[in-house]
């Protein structure tokens, strides 16, 4: 049996609904899909990553947005400079299925993978080809290699989101596109094979950039202001009396939960900052000039497609229709498909 788990990175549930997606809608009756299923916050993309290959919180694995500030060596680490193995504090399914062959392609969290295409590679090619260039590689380690699992992430859908927001018809059809490249590798296997598409984190309008480390400096309060596009961790060196008071007033903001707080939200570990806030809506804190973007606390974000089909093989999931799923079900999904035994490591329920 091939399991290949893929991943639009960034494709919300509207968008996803609106795009023209006819080879998934052709398997996923007889399969499993739900539109009721929530990643984890921040709704960035290495902690929805981390928490869909490991099956674990953010509290658990430690990747609790894209950079954290390391208190050990006083620096700030970004995981597009820090390789993400180094600093991912659970087992990967790559870890976690070490008998078979694994490929990781265009997927930022590669630990244990044994056929790596890094995400790296796609900073070097232009939007438009990134998942031509994802697709062709799943291809070539497919034919080649003998993989039994793979997580094969279309991070050109993220781009495409971010640069001209979730209604626009260029990131509609690269959630298009993508579906046209799963009904080709699915000609191509011929054991087994059972499909699971899900994202790290869905995708919001954004049309102002609110920049909080500027905000923060014409106000004398200093700190250090570590965003993920719609979430920010604030490390700050004394007590956090006086930037409350001013965060509290900040239209921009929507969510503001002290550290202590973010154990409600499984956010807490020794990384996460001494404040972490999101974005309202609209709002982007990061970068400028985007039309969509995430990594804040809205519906649109946190809720992500989750589906399964398959090829030769037949499932036998009931939608239950007052179950929230979780990102966080994947993992334990393909442990059990894949007849492991692991006693309940998993917050999360097989499908
Ligand atoms: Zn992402």
């Known amino acids: ?42 709704t960035a993309t290495y902690t929805g990553h981390s928490s869909i290959v490991t099956g674990t919180f953010p509290e658990q694995h430690g990747m609790i947005g894209n950079q954290f500030f390391d208190k050990n060596d006083k620096k700030v680490k970004h995981f597009d400079y820090y390789n993400p193995s180094e600093y991912i504090q659970s087992h990967t399914l790559f870890e976690m299925l070490n008998s078979p062959k694994t490929m990781a392609v265009a997927e930022p969290i590669t630990k244990g993978a044994d056929y790596i ?13 990134r998942d031509e260039l994802i697709f062709d590689k799943t291809m070539k380690f497919l034919k080649n290699y003998n993989i039994k699992f793979g997580v094969i992430n279309f991070a050109g859908v993220d781009g495409y989101g971010e640069t001209f927001g979730p209604d626009n018809k260029k990131y509609l059809n690269e959630i298009s596109k993508c579906d046209q490249f799963l009904s080709q590798i699915y000609e191509i296997v011929e054991d087994k094979l059972i499909m699971i598409i899900t994202a790290d984190h869905g995708m919001t309008k954004v049309s102002k950039r609110f920049n909080l480390k500027r905000y923060f400096q014409n106000v004398g309060i200093s700190g250090q202001f570590l965003e993920s596009h719609r979430a920010c ?29 973010t154990k409600d939200i499984k956010l807490y570990h020794k990384r996460t ?10 709002i982007e804190f990061e970068k400028e000039n985007l039309n969509g973007s995430h990594g804040g606390y809205l519906k649109e974000e946190l809720y992500v497609p989750l589906i399964i089909m398959s090829k030769n093989y037949e499932l036998k999931y009931k939608y239950n229709s007052s179950r929230i799923y979780s990102t966080l079900d994947v993992a334990p999904t393909i442990i059990k498909l894949s007849n492991i035994k692991l006693n309940n490591i998993f917050p999360g329920k097989p499908i």
């Open 1 to 42: 049996m091939i399991i290949l788990l893929f991943i639009l990175d960034g494709c919300a549930i509207n968008s996803y609904i609106k795009a023209h997606t006819p080879f998934i809608d052709s398997l996923s009756e007889k399969g499993f899909i739900t539109f009721n299923c929530k990643t984890v916050f921040p």
């Open 117 to 129: 295409m890094p995400m790296q590679e796609l900073n070097e090619i232009s939007l438009e080809k």
């Open 233 to 261: 961790h604030i490390y700050l060196n004394k007590d956090h009396k006086e930037i409350m008071e001013e965060l509290n007033h900040i239209k921009e903001i929507d969510k503001i939960f002290l550290k202590s707080q």
């Open 273 to 282: 900052g001494d404040i972490v806030i999101s974005a309202n809506t609209g």
